[in-house]
C-alpha cells in the first residue's frame, strides 16, 4: 500500500471512535449489533488494527454513515450529488437521502443527546416539513406547542410556523425529514381514529 492509502486507513479508526463516543455507545453494544468483537473494535478504534471491508459495512450501517465518509473519500465536484453525511458544531449529522435538486428533499438527522432545561430557539421559512423518528424522542417545539415524538411517530407542518427540533435529555435521537421548499407537501396517510395533527402516527 502507497503511503496515501496508509494514511488513510490509519485516520478511520479515530472517525469510528468519535462516532461511537457521539452516540454514547459502548464498545459492548456496538459488538452485538455489528457481530465485531469487543477487542477488535477497541483495536480498530486505536489503530491497532487494519479494517477490512466486512467490518466497515456492518459499522457504516449501524452509525448511518456511507463508506466513503468513514474512510474520507474526496467529494463529487457537483454538490446536487455529494450524500456525504454533513457535520455540525452541535455534534449533530444530517444526512442527505435525495439527489435531485428541488421539490421534497429527503435528510436523516442524528442529534446528540440534548438539554431539556435550554431554551428552545424557534424558526420559520416558506414551505413544508415531515418528521418520522427512527430511534430516541424528538422534542419538537411547533408554536405553542411543546410535543415529545417516539420511535414510529410522525409530524407534518407548514414550516412558516415557528418551530424547533432537538434531543431531550434521555439521549440521541434519529429521524427521518422530507422538506418541501417551495410548498410541496409529503402525503401521509390519516389513522384509523382520524387524527392527523403533529404526533399522530403515519
Known sequence: M??????????????????RLRRDVTLTTLAAATGIS??????????????????????????GVTLDS???????????????????????VIIPLTRRPGGIQAYKFVLPT????????LRSHEGFDWAYVLNGTLRLVLGDHDLRLRPGEAAEFDTRTPHWFGATGSGPVEFLSLVGRQGERAHVRATTDGRTGPAGRP
Open 2 to 19: 502507497d503511503a496515501t492509502t496508509d494514511q488513510t486507513l490509519d485516520a478511520v479508526g479515530p472517525r469510528l471512535k468519535h462516532l
Open 70 to 92: 468513514l474512510v474520507d473519500a474526496p467529494r463529487t465536484a457537483d454538490p446536487r450529488i455529494d450524500l456525504r453525511p454533513l457535520q455540525c458544531r452541535d455534534g449533530s
Open 38 to 63: 469487543v477487542s477488535t473494535l477497541s483495536r480498530l478504534e486505536a489503530g491497532l488494527r487494519r479494517p477490512t471491508l466486512e467490518q466497515l459495512l456492518p459499522l457504516a450501517r449501524y452509525h
Open 114 to 121: 440534548g438539554d431539556d432545561a435550554a431554551v428552545p430557539d
